[in-house]
């Protein structure tokens, strides 16, 4: 499986962004998502996830409210809607499938980053 990450940018505190991750393969139905950050000098860390299905949702204490992940299984397609977006969400947005389905379980595959910079 190969994750393509896209739609990161430049914008400003409170605004708007929607990353999206594209998987290629047939399978992208079964597999968990997640979306993942990391800014400079600081560890990787999970942001939101989604379950196969989309009826399970995760999201990091600090996104919550802010940040909605969803998935279109017919287009092999993962979403991370982020509004009002703070000045400590930039960080490199990165995009994970999970074999197993549901959340909480290891990643087995990752996209490149994309970079989302908020500016005050």
């Known amino acids: 499986v190969q994750l393509q990450a896209s739609g990161g940018g430049l914008v400003q505190a409170g605004g708007s962004l929607r990353l999206s991750c594209a998987a290629s393969?047939?399978?992208?139905?079964?597999?968990?998502m997640g979306w993942f950050r990391q800014a400079p000098g600081k560890e990787r860390e999970s942001v939101a996830a989604i379950n196969w299905s989309g009826t399970s949702t995760y999201y990091a204490d600090s996104v919550k409210g802010r940040f909605t992940i969803s998935r279109d299984n017919a287009l092999n397609t993962v979403y991370l809607q982020m509004i009002s977006l703070k000045v400590e969400d930039t960080a490199v947005y990165y995009c994970?499938?999970?074999?197993?389905?549901?959340?909480?379980?290891?990643?087995?595959?990752w996209g490149q980053g994309t970079q989302v910079t908020v500016s005050s």
């Open positions: 393969g047939r399978t992208f139905s079964l597999y968990a």
């Open positions: 994970a499938a999970a074999r197993s389905g549901r959340i909480g379980y290891e990643y087995d595959y």
